[in-house]
């Protein structure tokens, strides 16, 4: 199958991350994981290192990693996608930052790129939100969702993540060689 880096970012969805390892592993897919600082104030490296057998990369100064982390990653893989995608990863991303190994290696990294958009529907709706998805989708990046439901503060709206079965769902229809089922770059998905 396929090799993916599953980029956390800190929104409280990131539990769902877990799942959506879970998930590319049981459909066979070669999975390592960048953790930023604040996922791990939500879901901890031991968690993702037990499923996956590989500690997670959290910073961009890992001793296992004898040359540039960030190019070493984005060269192993073939898809990229980052869950949950707060509203700051893809402003940080928007303007091309590299403050952590997940943005560092996202901008050294040039083949399928998803991200799975989660956050309060307020945020969602705001103009500079806006503004960076138009960039992300200009880009060529495929946005799975976010969708309209429940948030974590009870509240409905759009701003929803996927489900994880999803997410994988899109990953894989972008990694798939056949056009009439791939999406195509710079999409929300489901539209």
Known sequence: MARILLGVTGGIAAFKAVLVLRELMQRGHEVKVVLTEAAQHFVGPITFGALTGDAPVTNLWDARYNGEIHVELADWAEAMVIVPATANTMAKVVHGLADDALLATWLCF???????????????????TQRNVAQLLADGVILAGPVVGRLAN????????????????????CLNPTPAVRPPAGEVWPS
């Open 110 to 128: 040039d083949q399928v790129r998803v991200m799975a958009p989660a956050m309060h529907h307020r945020m969602w709706a705001q103009a500079s």
């Open 154 to 173: 009870g509240a409905e709206g759009n701003g929803r993540m996927l489900e994880p079965v999803e997410i994988v769902d899109v990953v894989e229809a």
